[in-house]
């Protein structure tokens, strides 16, 4: 069983509105999780990287929060642009930095 | 810094054929990670090394894959003999350990067997 499970699996949205993608893992002892976005035929970008005492990180209009006694994230992405077409990768790792335990993804799609 | 640079950026070979796959981590990372993407299964860890040692290869398949870093600024995933399900994108990722610090990953490379 995945220990990092993320929904939804795809989303459609027009230009401009928000949204918010959903991380919910089993990973334990928590160590940080991080957001990256991957653009189709390209590798991971990291976009977020947070540890267990971080509530919220901001990178532009990508947000994420962290709720590490529900074991939850989320990323919201405040008017989106075509370029944020991508898929969305939350990333968990436990004990130390190598041991990284990756989510399915969400297929991200702003159409104009 | 160029990144993490992975060679060849595609890869098209028959079925039983011995295919290696390169990579060069960002200078002064001494963590190094080799991946698989499919479709059906997302981004696998097939090993990662540390200070050029193999610290965990348990996600590597079959004995077909190893895995060699002979210095820390090169590495090489090999498998012989390729099978038409090893395709996949492959992905190299460099980190340098020690702390939470973030994972560069390289732009990878479409491995198709036919």
């Known amino acids: 069983k995945n220990q990092v499970e993320q929904s939804p699996q795809s989303l459609i949205i027009l230009e401009g509105k928000n949204c918010t993608l959903q991380?919910?893992?089993?990973?334990?002892?928590?160590?940080?999780l991080r957001w990256y976005k991957q653009d189709t035929g390209r590798g991971p970008v990291s976009l977020t990287i947070?540890?267990?005492?971080?509530n919220t990180k901001s990178n532009g209009r990508y947000t994420a929060t962290l709720d590490a006694d529900t074991k939850q994230s989320s990323l919201h992405i405040t008017a989106s642009q075509l370029s944020d077409s991508a898929s969305y990768i939350c990333?968990?790792?436990?004990?130390?930095?190598?041991?990284?335990?990756f989510g399915a993804g969400t297929r991200l799609t702003v159409k104009p | 810094d160029a990144g993490v640079i992975q060679s060849p950026r595609h890869e098209v070979t028959e079925m039983g054929q011995e295919v290696t796959l390169r990579c060069k981590p960002i200078?002064?990372?001494?963590?190094l990670f080799w991946y698989r993407q499919t479709m059906m299964r997302g981004l696998e860890l097939l090993i990662y090394?540390?200070?050029?040692?193999?610290?965990?290869d348990s996600g590597m398949p079959e004995d077909r894959f190893s895995a060699k870093m002979p210095n820390a600024s090169f590495s090489t995933l090999k498998i012989q003999p390729s099978e038409p399900r090893d395709s996949a994108v492959y992905f190299c990722?460099?980190?340098?350990?020690?702390?939470?610090?973030?994972?560069?990953f390289g732009q990878g490379t479409r491995l198709t067997v036919v």
């Open positions: 990722a460099s980190s340098s350990s020690g702390g939470v610090t973030e994972a560069f």
């Open positions: 991380c919910n893992y089993t990973v334990s002892p928590f160590s940080n």
């Open positions: 947070m540890t267990f005492s971080e």
């Open positions: 990333v968990v790792s436990a004990y130390n930095n190598n041991d990284m335990r």
């Open positions: 200078s002064g990372h001494n963590s």
């Open positions: 090394f540390n200070n050029n040692v193999p610290i965990d």
